[in-house]
C-alpha cells in the first residue's frame, strides 16, 4: 500500500475515533464536559441513575430543539435559542422525574439537577458557528448522551464502592476502602484516576487501529 | 577561613536536604519508639516502602528509568508518619502515602513543580477520610502491638480539649518532652528543637518562615484566647491566662513540628527570601484560624494547604523590582 493510500486511511481512524463517544472520544474523560453534577451529586449509583435521566431527557431534546429553532432565528443570538430552549425542556423534563422519583430522592442531588440546564455538556454546541440540522443533532445528541451516561454510571458506583462499600445500599466489600470518595474532592480524585486509565487505554486502542491500517 | 568550613555554609543540593530530613526524624522515631513501642517502626518502614514503589511505579508509566538521586518522596511519607497516632491503621498510612506521593508529587511534574505540600495533602486526605483512627491518640507506654492495635486506649488530643473551650491537664514538663497523648513525632518539643539547630546549621531550612508563624500563632493565642473564653477584653487584663493559653497553644497541635518540618519545604515554600517572614505569618494566622473555627485538631496541614496556593504571589509581591526612569510612552 503507498503512502498516498496509508494518509486517508489514518484520517478515517482519527474520524472513527472522533465519532466514538462512548469510548474513544467520551465527553467526559476527554473533553471534560458535565463535571460539577458528576464530582458533587454523583456520590451513588442510585444518584448516578437518577442522574442519567435527566441528563436523557435533557440532553438531546435541547439540542435537536435548539438546531430547529436556529434556522428560524437570527444565527448571532445561537446561545440565547439554547440556554432557553434548555431552559424549556427542562420543565417537561423534571415534571417527568417528578413522575419517576420522589421529592426526597431528587433532593438528593440538590441544586445540580436545574444546574443542569447550563451545563456544557448541554450548551456547548452553540459555540460552532455553523447551524445543525436536525438529524445531525439528534444523532450526536442520542451518542452523547450515551458517552455521558457511561462515564457517569461507572464512577457514581466506583464512588459508591469505594467511599460506603456497597452497590445499590447493599454491601458488596468488607468496608470503606477510600470514604474521602464520598464527598466532591473525593470525586475529583477517583474521576482523575478514572481518566487517566481510560485515556491510556483509549490512547492504546487508538494506536492499535492505526496499526491495522499501516502499509506491510 | 579554611576549605572545609567555606564548604559547611554551602547550601546542601535536594538529594542532602532530603537525607538530613530523614536523619532528622530518626530521633524523634527513636522516642516515639520508647514511647509507644516497635509500632512507629513498622508505620515508618511501610510509609518508605509504599512511596519508594510508587516512584518506581511513575517512572515505568512514564516509561522513564528511576532517579536514584530523586529521594523526596520517603521524607515526605515519614513526616506524613509522625503526624499520625501510633495506633493508626497500616491500610490507612499506605493510601495517605498513595496520594501524597501520586496525586501531591507526581500528578504536578515531580519534585520541584507540585504547588502543594505532598504530606500536608496525605493527612489531610487521612484526616478526612479516616477521622476515627487520625483524630484519637494512644497515651505513651501503652501496650500497642506491632499489628494488633485492638485494647488500647485513646484519648483526644490536648488540641482539641481546647477547641472545646478546656484546659488540658497536662504539665508543662510533660508538653516539653512530649510524654502526653499525641501524633507519633509531633510532641517532643525539645527534640524537634534540637533537629531544626541541626537542620539550620546545615542551611535546610531557613529561621526567618518559622519564625514568622510562631509569632502570628502566638499573638493569636495571646490576645485572642480560647482557654476560658476570654474573648475580646483588652490585652493587659488576664493576663495569667493569656500566658496560659499561649502555652497550649504552641506547644499542641504539632505547630513547632510543622514549623521545621512543614512549611520549611523548599519546594512549597515561596523561593523569594524576602517573602518568607510575610509567608509564615500568613500561615500562622491561617492555622490559628483553622483551630478555631475548624473541625480538625491538626489544622496546620489544612493551612499549609491554603497558604501554599500563595506562595507564587507572595513570590512577586516581594521580588525587586527594577527602577524604571526615563521611559516614556
Known amino acids: ?44 449509583l442510585k444518584n448516578g441513575i437518577m442522574l442519567s435521566t435527566a441528563v436523557l431527557l435533557l440532553l438531546t431534546p435541547t439540542r435537536v430543539l435548539a438546531a430547529l429553532l436556529s434556522r428560524f432565528s437570527y444565527f448571532r443570538f445561537r446561545g440565547l435559542i439554547y440556554a432557553l430552549t434548555a431552559g424549556a425542556v427542562y420543565v417537561g423534563a423534571r415534571y417527568l422525574m417528578g413522575l419517576l422519583y420522589t421529592p426526597a430522592e431528587l433532593a438528593l442531588l440538590g441544586l445540580y439537577l436545574p444546574l443542569l440546564v447550563a451545563d456544557p455538556i448541554v ?35 466506583l464512588r459508591e464502592i469505594l467511599g460506603l462499600g456497597t452497590l445499590f ?23 482523575a484516576l478514572v481518566m487517566c486509565v481510560w485515556r491510556a487505554a483509549a490512547a492504546g486502542v487508538k494506536k492499535q487501529m492505526s496499526l491495522e491500517v499501516e502499509p506491510l | ?36 513501642g516497635m509500632r512507629p517502626i513498622g508505620l515508618c518502614l511501610v510509609a518508605a516502602f509504599t512511596a519508594m514503589l510508587c516512584d518506581h511505579l511513575v517512572a515505568w508509566l512514564r516509561s522513564h528509568t528511576h532517579n536514584r538521586e530523586e529521594n523526596s518522596s520517603i521524607p515526605a511519607a515519614l513526616v506524613l508518619v509522625m503526624l499520625l497516632p501510633a495506633t493508626v491503621h497500616y491500610y490507612v498510612v499506605i493510601v495517605s502515602v498513595i496520594v501524597a506521593t501520586m496525586l501531591g508529587k507526581h500528578a504536578f511534574g515531580g519534585y520541584g513543580h507540585y504547588p502543594f505540600n505532598p504530606s500536608a495533602l496525605g493527612y489531610a486526605v487521612a484526616a478526612v477520610s479516616w477521622p476515627g483512627q487520625v483524630l484519637f491518640y494512644p497515651t505513651p507506654f501503652s501496650e500497642i502491638g506491632l499489628f494488633d492495635v485492638s485494647g488500647v486506649t485513646l484519648l483526644e488530643s490536648a488540641a482539641h480539649t481546647l477547641r472545646a473551650g478546656g484546659v488540658p491537664n497536662t504539665s508543662l514538663f510533660d508538653l516539653v518532652l512530649g510524654s502526653y497523648a499525641g501524633p507519633i513525632g509531633t510532641t517532643s518539643v525539645l527534640v524537634i528543637i534540637a533537629c531544626a ?22 499573638a493569636v493565642a495571646f490576645f485572642y484566647p480560647r482557654v476560658n473564653t476570654l474573648g475580646l477584653e483588652p490585652p493587659w487584663l488576664y493576663l495569667d491566662t493569656r500566658l496560659l493559653s499561649l502555652r497550649y497553644e504552641i506547644l499542641s497541635g504539632a505547630l513547632i513540628f510543622a514549623a521545621v ?24 494566622f491561617m492555622t490559628m484560624m483553622f483551630r ?24 512577586s509581591l516581594f521580588s525587586r523590582r527594577a527602577p524604571q526612569k526615563g521611559v516614556r510612552a
Open chain 1, 1 to 44: 500500500m503507498s503512502e498516498l493510500q496509508h494518509e486517508p486511511l489514518q484520517a478515517s481512524v482519527e474520524k472513527r475515533a472522533r465519532r466514538d463517544r462512548v469510548f474513544l472520544n467520551n465527553p467526559v474523560i476527554m473533553q471534560g464536559l458535565g463535571l460539577a453534577p458528576l464530582i458533587v451529586a454523583a456520590t451513588t
Open chain 1, 123 to 157: 450548551l456547548k454546541r452553540y459555540e460552532r458557528p455553523q447551524r445543525e440540522r436536525t438529524r445531525t443533532a439528534l444523532r450526536k445528541g442520542l451518542i452523547t448522551s450515551c458517552g455521558y451516561i457511561a462515564a457517569l454510571l461507572f464512577i457514581s458506583a
Open chain 1, 169 to 191: 445500599g447493599s454491601p458488596v466489600i468488607g468496608g470503606a476502602l477510600f470514604p474521602m470518595a464520598q464527598l466532591p474532592s473525593g470525586g475529583f480524585m477517583v474521576t
Open chain 2, 1 to 36: 577561613m579554611s576549605n572545609e568550613s567555606a564548604l559547611s555554609l554551602q547550601r546542601p543540593g535536594s538529594y542532602e536536604a532530603n537525607r538530613d530530613i530523614v536523619f532528622m526524624i530518626l530521633p524523634l522515631l527513636a522516642l516515639a519508639t520508647f514511647f509507644y
Open chain 2, 197 to 218: 539547630m541541626y537542620l539550620w546549621m546545615r542551611r535546610g531550612i531557613t529561621l526567618s518562615v518559622p519564625l514568622g508563624f510562631l509569632l502570628a500563632c502566638a
Open chain 2, 261 to 284: 518540618f512543614l512549611i520549611n519545604e523548599p519546594v512549597t515554600r515561596p523561593k523569594n527570601t524576602r517573602a518568607h517572614f510575610a509567608y509564615g505569618l500568613l500561615l500562622g
Open chain 2, 292 to 315: 478555631y473555627f475548624g473541625s480538625y485538631d491538626t489544622g496546620v496541614c489544612f493551612a499549609v494547604l491554603a497558604v501554599n496556593a500563595l506562595s507564587a504571589p507572595l513570590d
